[in-house]
């Protein structure tokens, strides 16, 4: 029964972080996240004006990077969980007595949404990394289409780019939680816990208070 509990909580405490995220999200007043925003696109107007581009290159490709560190361990992480499929790691305990689904099927489900949910936002920030690092290589500032301009687009790339990498980011840590469920149990409802109010009220405190402006 500790092992119905703890997924249900687990559910529970990412359906709390995600419904304070789109909260928050959609408030319009200041905060941290709108902070950080303005300076990335900044950042981007900054180097338009830059004669010698090497320092911004640099810095986009430490941030390349950075994210296929994550890919490749992630990469590895799924090899490693799927050789643990049917081993007497994994509980074969029905869960809540439902005979087509036991625990160690939810435990190697949830590690691997986790995963792959992680994987995919760290191959998209990449993607649009990419994307701002040759506009920055060109005129962009020449070309534009209508409500288009190539300004814009390489600022909502980076901006894209940023976002994607936080939602790995956050993924990870959710994956820290899965993964001590192969452990035990309590553990399990431990670390969820703490990395949830952690996220919350440490980490992302943007998400569950609003400054006005």
């Not at 999200?25 to 950080?36: A, H, K, P």
């Given at each position: 029964m500790i092992d119905e509990f703890s997924f249900i909580l687990f559910l529970g405490c990412v359906s709390i972080y995600i419904i304070l995220f789109i909260i928050?999200?959609?408030?319009?007043?200041?905060?941290?996240?709108?902070?950080?925003n303005l300076i990335y696109r900044n950042w981007v107007q900054n180097r338009m004006t830059?004669?010698?581009?090497?320092?911004?290159?640099?810095?986009?490709?430490?941030f390349i990077m950075g994210n296929a560190t994550f890919i490749s361990g992630l990469l590895i992480l799924v090899g490693i969980?799927?050789?643990?499929?049917?081993?007497?790691?994994?509980?074969?305990?029905?869960?809540?007595?439902?005979?087509?689904?036991?625990?160690?099927?939810?435990q190697m489900a949830s590690n691997l949404a986790l995963v792959f949910f992680s994987l995919f936002n760290f191959i998209l920030s990449i993607r649009y990394i990419?994307?701002?690092?040759?506009?920055?290589?060109g005129d962009i500032k020449k070309y534009s289409e209508g409500e288009y301009n190539g300004i814009d687009i390489a600022k909502k790339a980076f901006i894209s780019a940023q976002n994607h990498w936080f939602?790995?980011?956050?993924?990870?840590?959710?994956i820290f939680a899965t993964l001590s469920w192969l452990i035990d149990s309590l553990f399990f409802i431990l670390v969820i816990l703490i990395i949830t109010v952690y996220l919350v009220v440490f980490q992302d405190i943007w998400v569950a208070s609003k400054k006005h402006d």
């Open positions: 928050r999200s959609r408030n319009r007043g200041s905060s941290e996240r709108s902070t950080l830059d004669e010698n581009l090497l320092y911004a290159t640099q810095a986009l490709r430490n969980l799927v050789g643990l499929y049917n081993t007497q790691i994994l509980s074969s305990e029905p869960f809540w007595g439902f005979q087509e689904i036991n625990i160690g099927f939810l990419v994307r701002v690092s040759l506009l920055l290589t939602f790995g980011n956050r993924g990870l840590f959710f």
